[in-house]
Structure formats: structure tokens, C-alpha cells
């Protein structure tokens, strides 16, 4: 906790404190004479600042009696202090009154009484500081808990995303490859593409979010390099509706649908793969139909794997309850719904 939250505490705790021993002056229950003569400030300002010394001794004892391993020794060590601020408090209170010419008796004293009702002060002086002491430190526990968390949580996203690059990278190499080796035309054209596609993965995906528009262009280019190995142009089907600008996503958390889509797609369709894309003012939404291969794997295959767990969790991390994701396969069909609210 920050110095400054601490005083504001303690200053609010002794403004408190002050104002219930002026108390009897807002009600007018004292009488005129002793609020010409100022005894009963006088009276205040000693008794606050005795407060003050029992408060604090005990304040900064208390974190370290806490330390001790036996707890003898900390009841032996609480008494000890609890006592001898009595000690030093009854006969400097007996003083104060003595210059001050403020006591019930002609000459002032040492009573018993006294003693008692300065133990009860210290007791109670020390009460609250414990509770305070007590506060203090679990709003910095609670503060270094929070920290661990959020490091925790932007550990693991980073690595979640570092598991995302390289599986699309390699997978899109192996394609320009593929055009390569066959020696296409459209080979150029692909290294353009992956060109882009990496400076925005190694550039614009650092960030937290990014445009909603860079993602969309993002996903366009991904989209281009995959239909270069089909020979259906019209495979795949991209609606953006709305208007993206304004909006912000978290890098590369759309791909892994589009990409598990052309991944277990079969070829028999046109269009074989649907994506919309809407942007609103309540949020965005996204969604992913494909046909699927009809193979024995297609249901193990596309209802898990590495990608999807990675993007479940990472919708987790980065929109707690802002976001509702549905993947259903009904029959030969294959669907992703997600939207992410603002």
C-alpha cells in the first residue's frame, strides 16, 4: 500500500478519535467557564497526544512481536508493554494536570483509579492500532496477490500466443513450398503475402489489442494464402458487415477459427467455408461455418486440439465475462459463434 493511503488512514483514524472528545462541546453539555478558560481542550490535547504515544508504541511493537515462533513469549512481551506504558502514562498525565491546575483534588496525586483508566486507554489505544495494523497489511497482501495474478495471467497469454505463430507460420511455409516445388506462378505472390501476414504477427501482434481493421486485413491475407492451394475461387466466403472502425481486438484471436476451418473443410462444397463478421456498438461478432471431411477423425480432430483450448483460454484471460463462444457440429456441418461484448 502506498505511504499516502497509509497516512490518510491514520489521519482520518486520529480525526475521528478527536472529534468523539469534542463531542460533550457540540451537544453545549460543559458550561460556558470552561470553554473560556480552554481546560477542557487542554484536557483533549493531553489526553490525544498520550493516546498517540500508547497508539504508535504498539503500532510498530505489534508487527514485531508477531515474529516471535512461541507464543509465550508474545503474551509475555504484550503484557510487558501494556504495562509499562501505564507506567510512563499515569504519572505524566498527574504532571500535565498539575501545570495545567485542572484536577477534581487540591493537590494532585497518584490514585489507583488513575492507573486503572490509563490502562483502560493503553488497551484500547491498542486495539485499534492492532485492527489497523491489521487492515494495512492485508490491503497490501491483497495488492501483492492481485500483482501475481495479472503476471501470471500475462505469462501465460504470451505464451499462448507464442504457441499460435509458429503453428500458422510453419503451416504456411510448407504451402509456398508446395508452389514452389511445383514451380506456380502464384509463389510470388504468396511470399507477399506471408510477407504482410508476418510483419503484422511480429509487429502489431505484440500489443494488448490492435484495430479491429488490422485484423480483418490480417484475416484476409491468411485467407488469400490458403486459397492459393485451392482451385475453387469461390471456397471461401468473407462478409464484413458494420463498421469496424473504432473497434479493438486482441491480436490474432480470430485465426485459429479460420484456420481449424480449412483444416478439416471438404472440397465438395462452394462455398465450402462461411465467415461473417459483424461490428456494432454492442461489440463484435464472428462467426466460422465450415462443411467437414467425412473421416473417422473428424470428430476428435475438430471438438479439441492445442488451437482451440489455446483460444478458450485466452478468451478467458483477456474478455472475462465479455464474451460468449459457441461451437457446435451438427451433422456435416461444422459452426464457431463468438462475440465479444464492449
Known amino acids: 500500500?502506498?505511504?499516502?493511503?497509509?497516512?490518510?488512514?491514520?489521519?482520518?483514524?486520529?480525526?475521528?478519535?478527536?472529534?468523539?472528545?469534542?463531542?460533550?462541546?457540540?451537544?453545549?453539555?460543559?458550561?460556558?467557564?470552561?470553554l473560556f478558560s480552554n481546560k477542557y481542550i487542554k484536557d483533549v490535547i493531553i489526553s490525544t497526544l498520550l493516546n498517540m504515544v500508547s497508539f504508535y508504541t504498539i503500532y510498530f511493537s505489534f508487527p514485531v512481536l508477531m515474529k516471535f515462533k512461541h507464543k509465550v513469549m508474545v503474551i509475555i512481551a504484550g503484557i510487558a508493554i501494556l504495562v509499562l506504558l501505564t507506567a510512563f502514562r499515569t504519572p505524566l498525565e498527574i504532571l500535565f494536570w498539575k501545570i495545567q491546575g485542572n484536577t477534581f483534588h487540591a493537590e494532585p496525586a497518584f490514585r489507583w483509579v488513575y492507573a486503572w483508566n490509563n490502562l483502560r486507554l493503553v488497551i484500547i489505544t491498542g486495539i485499534y492500532a492492532v485492527l489497523i495494523s491489521f487492515m494495512i497489511k492485508s490491503f497490501e497482501s491483497q495488492k501483492q496477490k492481485n500483482e501475481l495474478i495479472n503476471q501470471r495471467q500475462a505469462s501465460e497469454l504470451a505464451l499462448l500466443r507464442s504457441q499460435v505463430n509458429p503453428h500458422f507460420l510453419f503451416n504456411t511455409l510448407n504451402n509456398i513450398y508446395?508452389?514452389?516445388?511445383?514451380?506456380?506462378?502464384?509463389?510470388?505472390?504468396?511470399?507477399?503475402?506471408?510477407?504482410?501476414?508476418?510483419?503484422?504477427?511480429?509487429?502489431?501482434?505484440?500489443?494488448?489489442?490492435?484495430?479491429?481493421?488490422k485484423e480483418i486485413d490480417y484475416l484476409k491475407s491468411f485467407i488469400e494464402l490458403q486459397k492459393l492451394r485451392i482451385s475453387h475461387p469461390d471456397f471461401v466466403s468473407l462478409q464484413i458487415e458494420g463498421n469496424p472502425d473504432g473497434h479493438q481486438i486482441a491480436p490474432m484471436l480470430l485465426i485459429s477459427f479460420v484456420e481449424n476451418a480449412f483444416k478439416h473443410s471438404s472440397k465438395l462444397h462452394q462455398p465450402g467455408i462461411i465467415i461473417r463478421l459483424t461490428a456494432d456498438k454492442k461489440g463484435i461478432k464472428f462467426s466460422v461455418l465450415n462443411y467437414l471431411k467425412k473421416t473417422k477423425l473428424t470428430v476428435s480432430e475438430t471438438s479439441g486440439g492445442i488451437g482451440l483450448s489455446n483460444i478458450r483460454r485466452r478468451l478467458q484471460l483477456t474478455y472475462p465475462d465479455r464474451h460468449k463462444l459457441e461451437i457446435v457440429q451438427d451433422g456435416e456441418q461444422y459452426s464457431v459463434k463468438l462475440e465479444i461484448w464492449k
Open 178 to 213: 508446395s508452389l514452389v516445388y511445383k514451380k506456380s506462378d502464384k509463389a510470388p505472390e504468396a511470399v507477399m503475402k506471408l510477407s504482410s501476414v508476418m510483419r503484422y504477427m511480429f509487429f502489431d501482434a505484440s500489443a494488448d489489442k490492435v484495430p479491429l481493421v
Open 1 to 34: 500500500m502506498k505511504r499516502k493511503g497509509i497516512l490518510l488512514i491514520h489521519f482520518f483514524f486520529w480525526f475521528y478519535i478527536i472529534n468523539q472528545a469534542l463531542f460533550p462541546l457540540y451537544i453545549g453539555q460543559y458550561e460556558a467557564i470552561w
